[in-house]
């Protein structure tokens, strides 16, 4: 075998194409993180449709890429529920909304957004002899994560349901939105109030 004819040891098993992008368009390298908690818990992938790949192993979830996270939360209503095809053109057209409002990668947007939108404390009910009282108690990181997709597609349902604006739309402004730490914005507004709560509880 000729020198040229052999394999880079170097290279990715499988021919993996390491410049992949996500739908395409969008570069998944060098996405910045600016909480080191939950850090391990936003995996960034090229990957938008895994086929429920991990849907039934615990604690897997967190090796699904952010995106389809959070294209899977908007599907948990009465009305969207299994329609991920459909999911998944609403969050890829508000992306390109996003890169048109802001000039800057919406995968880093989403991730910013996670982040500002993850409570670090909340109430439990503890009870004593009867008497059920709130106690303030530190979230897990991977909670902290489920919960910011979780305020983050409650936003988009609120901002779209029964409104003109498109689902698109409401994606990109929750998700600019929470990035930018709005406090009008529904994902951190909760986020505050859960805080709050637990502040007053401790």
């Known amino acids: 075998m000729a020198a040229e004819d052999q394999p880079d040891p ?13 739908f395409g368009t969008w570069e998944i390298e060098e996405i ?20 429920g790949r991990h849907a039934g192993k615990q604690f897997k979830k967190s090796q699904i890429s952010i995106v389809e996270r959070f294209i899977n939360r908007l599907m948990q209503t009465e009305e969207n ?7 998944l053109n609403h969050v890829r057209d508000a992306f390109e909304i996003i890169h048109e409002q802001t000039d800057e990668n919406p995968i880093q947007v989403l991730v910013t957004a996670v982040e500002n939108a993850a409570p670090r404390e909340e109430t439990v009910r503890l009870k ?3 008497i059920s ?20 597609a409650e936003g988009v349902y609120n901002d779209s349901f029964k409104t003109t604006t498109s689902v698109s739309e409401a994606i990109a402004r ?29």
């Open 133 to 152: 009282v709130p106690k303030a108690v530190d979230v897990a990181p991977q909670r902290r994560v489920d919960q910011a997709l979780k305020f983050l």
């Open 10 to 22: 170097d290279a990715p098993a499988g021919g993996a194409d390491v410049g992949a992008q996500l």
């Open 32 to 51: 910045a993180y600016n909480d080191p908690s939950t850090e391990r818990y936003i995996a960034v992938t090229p990957v938008a449709h895994t086929a």
């Open 128 to 130: 004593y002899g009867g």
């Open 81 to 87: 529920t299994g329609k991920k095809q459909q999911s």
């Open 174 to 202: 929750q998700l600019t939105g929470a990035a930018n730490y709005d406090v009008q914005t529904y994902a951190v507004s909760q986020k505050e109030e859960k805080e709050r709560v637990a502040a007053a509880a401790r």
